[in-house]
């Protein structure tokens, strides 16, 4: 793989993921027809799949196995499946369409969604745990379903949706929205990151830049996320661009312009590659390319 | 406490649970304080703690020790809280009052209710993992997480809630409604019961039955419900009886009458109880009483 370009490589195992994600949705009985349609209606909605890739590289650059790092990769992509079936809800955003499709409670319905989001967030864990399957060491496993729990819950993931949702009333400062992409977005990221390091082996030293680098990586991506929806074309994207400001949302560029939101998400990339080259992983070429790609994406 | 009695035994287990609980709530900083709130409103809610004492007795049944039971006792109480907070929204039940206080999102609005329920959930394997730090052995902690994911999951608890709301539109079988006593209900119960004897030390065939005791036992409280809900006094339920009725949901009485159910109340229970006495644990005791003391129950 390492001579294909980054785009390749991305497509490649995407299409390796969804194969598996399928694979590990719950089967039929004794699992209701239409929850486990639910589930999979968003789950194999499409998307880049950038987590669980991240889940990957991160084993691959640490000497680890894609067949390894496959359990933890299908966990986190559900649980970022959930986050958005939940986010879209008419309590929460009010979404109906999400990648072109009608969201999940268009579909199902209010209370289906609620439950199908749940039963992807319970089972993420149930995914993870199956790496003690491939080789993993029950107490890499374990540490890894502790800090999915951690990065996705009230500390992490979920603490960024609530105050998301607090910040709707109007945020006045930059730290308030900088709290809301960290937890909201880089969490999961960081999480992906350093979950692959430990199913490669890492170091205590590696997994901490790994970490770093998916701090900023996952900052850095959610700044050019906000100027993507300043400046983006609505085309290329697939959702209404100024969708934030319609909303009355605040962004980057909205607090410091989009120049320096741009010098923002340069030096956070920059820190994050820092880090890993500091690391000495066995193989870092591709989380570097990964990270060019993340900021740089026009998509 | 072995000369105690049963009520006196699950009072004083339930202080413990509730001083465990209010500490296994994750702390201040980086937790939204309204989200905190919002979890900690329904978690110390009060409630008889059945689930919890079930993973203690049943560690207790097999000579394991309470301080290692606690962190997955946390846990379960936290899933049934989730499942709880969301089955009241307005999307599923629409209930205002809980135990005789208003709903989570009567309180803290639909969104933080939904969102606090995903923190729950995802917070109690956070709390499960916490086993290994109590001496429980890393591979047996993983075995309880998994299980914990697939009880509380599609194939468990969701799947029984979806079942649940399908039956609104009204079931015509009795085997609809068991399917879901059994996932709804009786999963969690089964799935503390055998987390508990995994804690204890339990072989296999333990585990098996200490499954089956909660299988059984977990429909025969639900059945009790149903006739509890029919035959009832208001005032010591401290909830609506015959809500059941007015919301036209079906019940065990309205398929096979009232003596029937009660008979298949005390069948269910003394097939549990069989499978305990055949297994040959250490100290049984507890679970016969518990037993009897869900079935029997006026409260």
Redesign the interface.
């Given at each position: 793989m390492s001579d294909s370009s980054i785009s390749d490589y991305i497509k490649s195992y995407a299409q390796r993921i969804e194969v598996e994600l399928l694979s590990s949705l719950?089967g039929r009985w004794?699992?209701?027809d239409?929850?486990?349609e639910a589930?999979a209606y968003s789950l194999m909605a499409g998307g880049k799949r950038i987590r669980p890739i991240l889940v990957i590289a991160a084993a691959e650059a640490c000497g680890g196995k894609l067949e390894a790092a496959l359990p933890v990769a299908c966990a986190v992509e559900m649980v970022h499946t959930?986050s958005l079936i939940?986010d879209d809800?008419p309590?929460?955003d009010n979404d109906d369409y999400r990648r072109g499709r009608l969201t999940n409670h268009k579909v199902f319905?209010?209370?289906?969604a609620?439950?199908a989001?749940?039963?992807l967030?319970?089972?993420?864990?149930?995914a993870a745990?199956?790496a003690?399957l491939h080789g993993v060491?029950?107490?890499t496993?374990?540490s890894i379903?502790?800090e999915?729990?951690?990065y996705?819950?009230?500390?992490g993931m979920?603490?960024g949706?609530?105050?998301d949702?607090?910040g709707e009333q109007g945020l006045t400062r930059l730290d308030e929205l900088e709290?809301i992409h960290l937890?909201k977005t880089s969490d999961l990221i960081a999480f992906s990151l350093k979950a692959g390091g430990r199913i490669g082996g890492a170091t205590e030293e590696q997994l901490e830049a790994l970490e770093t680098f998916g701090t900023n990586v996952g900052l850095a991506f959610q700044i050019q996320d906000d100027i993507l929806d300043v400046v983006g074309d609505e085309g290329k994207l697939g959702k209404a661009v100024h969708s934030d400001e319609k909303q009355q949302k605040v962004t980057y560029p909205y607090f410091i312009g989009l120049d320096e939101s741009r010098r923002q998400v340069a030096e956070l990339t920059e820190l994050g590659k820092e880090a890993i080259r500091r690391a000495r992983l066995a193989n870092p070429e591709r989380l570097f390319e990964l990270a060019d790609y993340l900021v740089g994406r026009d998509h």
């Open positions: 719950p004794p699992v209701p239409v929850l486990r589930m959930y939940h809800l309590a929460l319905g209010e209370a289906m609620i439950l989001g749940d039963a967030l319970t089972h993420a864990f149930y745990s199956g003690a060491p029950a107490d496993v374990l379903v502790r999915l729990a951690e996705a819950g009230p500390r979920v603490g949706q609530v105050a949702m607090q709290y937890h």
